[in-house]
């Protein structure tokens, strides 16, 4: 399924749509925003990305001249994030955007920042304080779309290794229990080795190389991120018998799954997860409510997964994702670069010197978001007391293949 398809799914499925209601629009003249991001993960490059985004849209009219926008970098420590956070609330924050290193630990100060009227949007990684605002991904199922179309791939049979993300977050621990949960149906795979590559390519390496040491017919390998990292370790170990590998979107990776001499190797990838875009895309939302072109009627807003496996990947000729394409010749950008930081549906405002630079297109202004689409709950992920759906750890854009006898 193309991004296309998976965008118009994301918009009009069982999520439902919003349509944008409020107050009508606020004139710089009027109002002036004071807006923090927060940053966990710093030298990450998913997190730079997503920060660059967003910092970009800051500086895209009319935001330029409406919003005071400080970034603050708390990194890994929970308690650090918690002062910075109570810091921001102290300075005035009219809106803080954050990506929140638990779901739970930092719910107390969400609370402080909602009492004292600040808008809290968290991107990506979630939370379960009511008052806030998840914009993510979490909800469109990536661990139990990827690892079943692993399985099909590999005829429900093979070697498997699973590479975690950070330890923690709501998205490692919501992604890996549907993917064990698909993997744990067919008795033909088996989980030979797993650990944590906490969405870093150098330490995925690092870690498929040791487990590919132990098990040289390893046949496939699912990752959220550090994707071109763990295949960067087949192609240096085993060069000539590579294999089924889903996880992220680095350019360089969508290149070598594209490559028809890798995939005459035996290289089957798959492009998803959930993109540094999400990032930019929650600053939109977040801005549209916090001027009140916006009003959401719930608190969990699901970013579509994107989702390009090997046949689908479509190079661009310009610096923006236009036309359906989604990669960017050898050399354009380095192979490390997250396609999935740009959306040309969601987020046209953003071109590769938003993402590379954290700069405003020039001549760029914010388009108005004509609809958002609504997520469903998941307990102790984007909410507190509340009840998932039946399905809501099962795969919905891929088909199961019968059990092998």
Same mark, same amino acid.
């Given at each position: 399924?193309?991004?296309?398809t998976r965008l118009k799914s994301a918009l009009c499925g069982a999520g439902g749509l919003l349509a944008l209601a409020g107050a009508g629009p606020v004139h710089a003249a009027d109002n002036h925003y004071k807006v923090f991001l927060d940053m966990s993960y710093s030298g990450n490059i998913w997190q730079a990305a997503a920060a660059n985004g967003i910092k970009a849209l800051a500086e895209t009219a009319p935001y330029d001249?409406?919003?005071?926008f400080k970034t603050v970098i708390s990194g890994t420590d929970v308690q650090h994030q918690i002062s910075d956070l109570q810091s921001m609330i102290a300075d005035g924050a009219n809106a803080i955007i954050l990506y929140p290193l638990s779901p739970t630990a930092l719910n107390r100060v969400i609370r402080q920042a909602c009492n004292q009227h600040v808008l809290v949007f968290a991107y990506d990684s979630t939370v379960t304080e009511p008052c806030a605002y998840n914009v993510s991904a979490i909800t469109a199922r990536y661990g139990a779309n990827s690892a079943q179309w692993m399985v099909n791939q590999m005829g429900g049979k093979g070697e498997v290794v699973i590479n975690h993300g950070v330890a923690g977050t709501s998205v490692t621990k919501t992604y890996d229990a549907e993917a064990v949960a698909v993997f744990s149906k067919y008795p033909g795979?088996?989980?030979?080795?797993? &650990?944590?590559?906490?969405?870093?390519d150098a330490t995925s390496q690092e870690g498929v190389s040791r487990i590919l040491a132990a098990h040289p017919n390893l046949n496939a390998i699912w990752t959220v991120d550090g994707t071109y990292g763990s295949l960067e370790a087949v192609m240096k170990n085993r060069p000539n018998?590579?294999?089924t590998i889903s996880g992220q979107s680095n350019n360089g990776y969508r290149l070598l799954i594209a490559n028809?001499?890798?995939q005459d190797k035996g290289l089957k990838g798959l492009s998803s997860s959930s993109g540094p875009a999400v990032g930019p895309y929650a600053f939109k939302v977040m801005?549209?409510?916090l001027t009140g072109k916006l009003k959401l009627e719930h608190h969990n807003v699901q970013y579509p997964l994107p989702w390009v496996p090997y046949q689908d990947v479509k190079m661009c000729s310009g610096d923006r994702f236009v036309?359906?394409?989604?990669?960017?010749?050898e050399g354009k950008v380095p192979?490390? &670069?997250i396609d999935t930081a740009m959306d040309g549906a969601l987020l046209p405002e953003l071109s590769l010197q938003s993402i590379q630079e954290g700069k405003a297109t020039p001549g760029a202004t914010m388009q108005a978001l004509s609809s958002v689409a609504y997520a469903g709950n998941l307990p102790g992920i984007n909410c507190g007391d509340c009840k998932a759906s039946p399905d809501a750890m099962e795969p919905d854009l891929v088909k199961p293949i019968p059990v092998p006898k």
């Open positions: 399924m193309k991004l296309s001249k409406q919003v005071t795979i088996k989980v030979v080795g797993e &650990f944590y590559g906490n969405w870093n018998q590579l294999v028809k001499a890798m801005m549209e409510v036309d359906g394409c989604n990669a960017f010749p192979p490390l &670069f």
